[in-house]
């Protein structure tokens, strides 16, 4: 166990809502990234928090957003749904977010748009 | 071109066997690379770090070559519980705290008995 939870595990979505995912970051923990996994593909990185500023962006459109909370738990927001979206959403914590320091990557939160 | 690209596989073997893995980075500048595994649909574990004078853990053996910007994990003995999708992974030089994980596709590794 990593520490690392995230919350819903499954979700089913249609085309065009919204839809807010959850990670609570392991203890001690400053920095959260969170990752997009399609099917077959290795994650891709959405951006990541630092201290509650995002500090790092991948290439994914405004529709994605996120937020930390003073706790360093983190949210991540997807508005207007596409079938494209359906995805393993994987969040993983590190202590200050440095390039060597390892992730601990929670159990991820499966996404299916519809 | 993808950043960190990777033989999907899958590789299939028998017990006991060695099979390798190799993967090759796109920035010359990556500062960092590891490998990862990861179980069906489950979170990625850090497997290990590479390094260029290469790292030996137990049967696994990585290697990293900056000057041909590859990278490669030897398995020997292969178990049965070695199945599983390998992550290659390099961490691009930036300014700043980051952490950002370039992952290539995987490889996929069967192990028969």
């Known amino acids: 166990e990593t520490g690392v939870t995230q919350s819903p595990t499954h979700l089913i979505k249609t085309r065009g809502q919204q839809v807010t995912l959850r990670c609570s970051s392991q203890s001690g923990h400053n920095t959260v990234s969170w990752y997009q996994q399609a099917l077959g593909q290795g994650p891709q990185f959405i951006f990541q928090?630092?201290?509650?500023?995002?500090?790092g962006r991948g290439n994914f459109p405004p529709r994605f957003s996120g937020l930390q909370f003073p706790n360093y738990s983190s949210e991540l927001n997807v508005n207007a749904l596409e079938l494209d979206d359906s995805a393993l959403y994987l969040c993983?914590?590190?202590?200050?977010?440095?390039?060597?320091?390892?992730?601990?990557f929670g159990s991820g939160t499966q996404l299916s748009v519809l | 071109r993808k950043e960190v690209e990777q033989d999907p596989g899958p590789f299939n073997v028998p017990e006991g066997a060695t099979v390798a893995f190799n993967c090759t980075y796109s920035n010359s500048a990556s500062q960092s690379f590891f490998w990862y595994r990861q179980d069906c649909r489950k979170e990625p574990k850090l497997l290990m770090s590479v390094y260029s004078s290469g790292n030996e853990d137990g049967r696994f053996t990585a290697q990293l070559n900056r000057a041909s910007q590859y990278i490669s994990l030897l398995i020997r003995d292969s178990k049965l519980s070695d199945s599983a999708t390998y992550l290659c992974?390099?961490?691009?030089?930036?300014?700043?705290?980051?952490?950002?994980?370039?992952f290539g596709q995987g490889t996929t590794l069967q192990v028969k008995p």
């Open positions: 992974v390099a961490v691009p030089a930036s300014g700043g705290n980051t952490g950002k994980l370039i």
């Open positions: 928090y630092y201290r509650e500023e995002e500090n």
């Open positions: 993983a914590s590190s202590l200050t977010g440095g390039p060597d320091e390892k992730l601990f």
